[in-house]
């Protein structure tokens, strides 16, 4: 049975959180004169003078209208990164105690964020087709699991993996199921994150780094249980999203249309781009993709690579990633970028076929 207080650190259920002065009086005043903060302004044409809001409600209530979820199921944090760590700092004794189990190849924070915390990692590596191996994970799984990591469409091979498996894991598993939506927004799949009220051992993580076009915002959000969303709260710091950030986020959800727009330039690009470099005699495969990036298994990843840096083309060179092996993995970018990508890699000649001059 799921029971998320025998799943909580000591520490964290002894835990008295930080009581700020804007969670002591949340009504309306006309002086202001309980947080030290300076009441003349700020250098700067805006006001930043006063702390904003802890828990960015304005924010949730526009994001729970877009997503169908209500504000009390988010938590929001200075990228999906923040809720990773998190979770460990809330669920994980450190030192050998507690472990979690990650699915490689995969997003590499999960591994890093378990370093950090000094949590013990199990990878039960995806299968050949890149889906979950349910065996591998039944036999990792003990009662000191506290987290297992599913990032759906996955980074860096691109492709969802199958609903039923992940359903079969949050039903059977007494831990907390992490799944990672970070693309969902260019996947054929459906989202989790109406699935809520179904798993009380569910935390399905978005971000507005990727479809959204926000990276630099730092904008990652946590869908899950009140009880769940009320821990990420007691455990973060007091005001983890500036003001200039809700607000620039605020307004850029506004913009709904505009994204969807971009999501279906993308996909369409995504498939010629996959289409492409298929017909290049140094692409060896193309792997589906939900996301909005490719891995492609070549006959040379280094030498590809390289070729592309002296032409000033950054792409991700994942070799020596497990089951990644000759892949690199490409963005896809406009049309004209993905068009220069093509047209650079139709000029590569391998380095043994290079003719030598007589
Ligand atoms: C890019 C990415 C994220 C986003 O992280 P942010 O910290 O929100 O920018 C999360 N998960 C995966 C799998 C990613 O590839």
């Not at 065996?135 to 297992?148: H, P, R, S, V, W």
């Amino acid at each position: 049975m799921f029971n998320l207080d025998s799943l909580l650190r000591n520490n964290i259920k002894r835990l008295v959180p930080y009581s700020s002065a804007r969670d002591e009086f949340k009504g309306e005043a006309t002086v202001y004169i309980d947080a030290n903060e300076n009441g003349f302004g700020s250098p700067l044409p805006v006001n930043y003078n006063r702390y904003p809001d802890p828990l960015q409600w304005k924010l949730k209530y526009k994001l729970a209208d877009i997503k169908g979820v209500p504000p009390q199921n988010i938590f929001l944090g200075n990228g999906s990164d923040e809720a990773i760590d998190l979770l460990f700092r809330a669920f994980c004794n450190p030192g050998g105690v507690d472990n979690v189990v990650i699915c490689p190849p995969t997003y590499g924070m999960y591994e890093v964020s378990a370093n950090i915390n000094d949590v013990t990692l199990r990878s039960v590596s995806l299968t050949e087709n890149f889906q979950l191996d349910i065996e591998g994970l039944q036999q990792a799984i003990d009662e000191n699991t506290k987290l297992i990591f599913v990032c759906s469409p996955n980074n860096p091979t691109g492709n969802s993996i199958n609903r039923s498996d992940i359903e079969l894991l949050l039903n059977n598993f007494d831990g907390i199921v992490v799944i990672d939506e970070a693309y969902i927004n260019f996947s054929r799949q459906k989202s989790f994150i109406q699935e809520l009220t179904e798993y009380p051992n569910l935390v399905v993580m978005q971000t507005l780094s990727k479809a959204w076009g926000l990276a630099a915002l730092r904008v990652g959000m946590a869908f899950a249980s009140e009880d769940i969303i009320n821990i990420f709260n007691k455990v973060k710091a007091p005001y983890n999203m500036n003001q200039a950030t809700q607000e620039l986020a605020l307004q850029a959800l506004d913009n709904v249309s505009q994204v969807n727009e971009w999501i279906r330039e993308i996909v369409i690009e995504r498939d010629l781009m996959s289409a492409a470099l298929e017909q290049l005699p140094q692409v060896l495969q193309v792997y589906p993709s939900d996301a909005n990036f490719v891995l492609v298994k070549t006959t040379d990843a280094n030498s590809i690579y390289k070729y592309l840096t002296d032409r000033g083309i950054i792409v991700r060179n994942r070799n020596k990633v497990e089951l990644c092996q000759g892949c690199l993995r490409i963005t896809i970018g406009t049309p004209e970028e993905n068009l220069q990508l093509v047209d650079a890699l139709k000029s590569y000649q391998p380095e043994t076929e290079k003719t030598v001059p007589a």
